[in-house]
């Protein structure tokens, strides 16, 4: 079983930066892909960025050369560094684990974390 829990939500202003982080629980956090996926209220739960055990990374054409996704396996985290944010980013970010190929099916996850709220404003 792994537990995880994210931090470093917030409310900031358009153009203005965030890093998420996500804390595991669990002796395997080196060997799962890791994945943040985002759900706006109204809109379906949509994949955001993802890391595999290799460290290599995957995101969402809307993120790409805004976001960065890194993972520090001594301290079993995940972090997203969110960059240049909009307020379409606005919406609860989740950390998964245990990712299979295609990491932006977030059906292929085994794990999430409760979520943290984002809000991008104007």
């Known amino acids: 079983q792994v537990q995880l829990v994210e931090s470093g939500g917030g409310l900031v202003q358009a153009g203005g930066s965030l890093r998420l982080s996500c804390a595991a629980s669990?002796?395997?956090?080196?060997?799962?892909?890791m994945g943040w996926f985002r759900q706006a209220p109204g809109k379906e739960r949509e994949f955001v960025a993802a890391?595999?055990?290799?460290?290599?990374?995957f995101y969402a054409d809307s993120v790409k050369d805004r976001f960065t996704i890194s993972r520090d396996n001594s301290k079993n985290t995940v972090y997203l560094q969110m960059n240049s944010l909009e307020p379409e980013d606005t919406a609860v970010y989740y950390c998964?684990?245990?990712?299979?190929?295609?990491?932006?099916?977030?059906?292929?996850?085994?794990?999430w974390g409760q979520g943290t709220q984002v809000t991008v404003s104007s």
């Open positions: 998964a684990a245990d990712g299979q190929p295609d990491y932006s099916d977030y059906g292929g996850y085994d794990y």
């Open positions: 669990g002796r395997s956090f080196s060997t799962y892909a």
């Open positions: 890391i595999n055990w290799r460290s290599s990374t």
